[in-house]
């Protein structure tokens, strides 16, 4: 009789659904490097971070890189889905379930010519502003009282950096580590960028409907990894875009 009970009891544990985690997590990302890439090796200061989490957890994941727009509306849509780099930002708020923030970005303009001082200086004087589709930063000009079009929202790679090279922008915007980057692969002049016009946390960030025991394992490696430094070392390899 209790051997027939254990059986019974086994099969059934066996037939209880598993978490979706169980197999391997879904993490969706946007080649922006220095902040995420997919390039060995250097999968950029907040990938890395990401990564090395998962790795402590003994977590298994494919990566996903579509769109950036259509990434976020994946992960809106979904269950259990990882996401990075994601800004938090008003307007998302209540579509995400937040599980730790890895970087705090700072935003400005970006120009050839003589920078500008202010989000209101920005306002008046610039005609073509660069920005990236989907991105935090077209959010925060349009907030700031930006027209649609002042802006010329383009993919989030290179492109925008060569436009301004080629004098086809006023001025782009984005966040400070991207644009070095970007500026070092192509730029042939000078760039001049104004003060930080805003800032926000980058998180990596799930679907509203998530398991909790998926954020908690997250959220509480991700706090270790802040508290032994192993945060600071890994963003340390990406200075001279942050610094």
């Not at 990236?132 to 930006?146: V, Y």
């Not at 998180?203 to 270790?224: F, G, I, N």
Request: hydrophobic share 40%.
């Amino acid at each position: 009789m209790p051997t027939t009970y254990v059986r019974l009891l086994c099969l059934l544990i066996l037939l209880l659904p598993l978490p979706a985690w169980a197999e391997a997590l879904q993490l969706f990302s946007v080649q922006a490097p220095p902040l995420t890439s997919n390039e060995p090796g250097q999968q950029g200061l907040v990938g890395e971070v990401v990564l090395a989490a998962l790795a402590a957890e003994k977590l298994d994941y494919t990566l996903h890189t579509p769109p950036w727009p259509r990434a976020q509306k994946q992960v809106q849509e979904g269950r259990d889905l990882l996401i990075m780099p994601l800004s938090r930002i008003p307007a998302r708020e209540q579509l995400y379930t937040w599980i730790a923030p890895i970087y705090h970005v700072q935003r400005a303009f970006f120009s050839l010519g003589t920078p500008v001082r202010s989000m209101a200086e920005a306002r008046l004087q610039l005609h073509k502003v660069g920005v990236g589709l989907g991105s935090a930063q077209h959010q925060q000009l349009l907030d700031a009282g930006f027209r649609e079009d002042q802006l010329l929202v383009l993919k989030i790679d290179e492109n925008p950096a060569l436009m301004l090279e080629m004098g086809r922008l006023d001025a782009w915007f984005n966040g400070i580590p991207e644009a070095r980057y970007f500026w070092e692969k192509v730029g042939k002049h000078e760039l001049r960028n104004s003060p930080p016009m805003t800032g926000n946390d980058l998180y990596l960030a799930c679907s509203l409907e998530c398991d909790p025991d998926l954020v908690d394992s997250l959220r509480r490696r991700l706090q270790l990894m802040q508290e032994s430094g192993e945060v600071a070392r890994i963003q340390a390899r990406y200075a001279r875009y942050t610094d």
